[in-house]
């Protein structure tokens, strides 16, 4: 069983930052996060393996940066220039023997 702890969430105006982490009780290949906006289905936002390959939603490329520090089991995602579209709830997601892991979700939430 893999557990993940996510942290960084919160209420952030138009325009700013915000970074979220996600900490893995073991090492894992491929790490992502996803979001699922009110009434809407969830998504995935951006990917990264262990080797640093990255996958990116079309909607935050240019905005987004995840990252990992693989001595530590963790996935960081850099979120500048936020919109209000970019609220959601924040899942950090692992893949490990044809299953997937959940963490709990974090809020983010873009408003003035």
């Known amino acids: 069983q893999v557990h993940l702890v996510e942290s960084g969430g919160g209420l952030v105006q138009p325009g700013g930052s915000l970074r979220l982490s996600c900490a893995a009780s073991?090492?894992?290949?491929?790490m992502g996060w996803y979001r699922q906006a009110l009434g809407k289905q969830r998504e995935l936002v951006a990917a990264?393996?262990?080797?640093?390959?990255?996958n990116y939603a079309d909607s935050v490329k240019g905005r987004f940066t995840i990252s990992r520090d693989n001595a530590k089991n963790t996935v960081y995602l850099q979120m500048n220039s936020l919109k209000p579209e970019d609220s959601a709830v924040y899942y950090c997601?692992?893949?490990?023997?044809?299953?997937?892991?959940w963490g709990q979700g974090t809020q983010v939430t873009v408003s003035s």
């Open positions: 990264i393996t262990s080797g640093g390959v990255t």
């Open positions: 997601e692992a893949h490990k023997n044809f299953a997937d892991y």
């Open positions: 073991e090492s894992i290949n491929v």
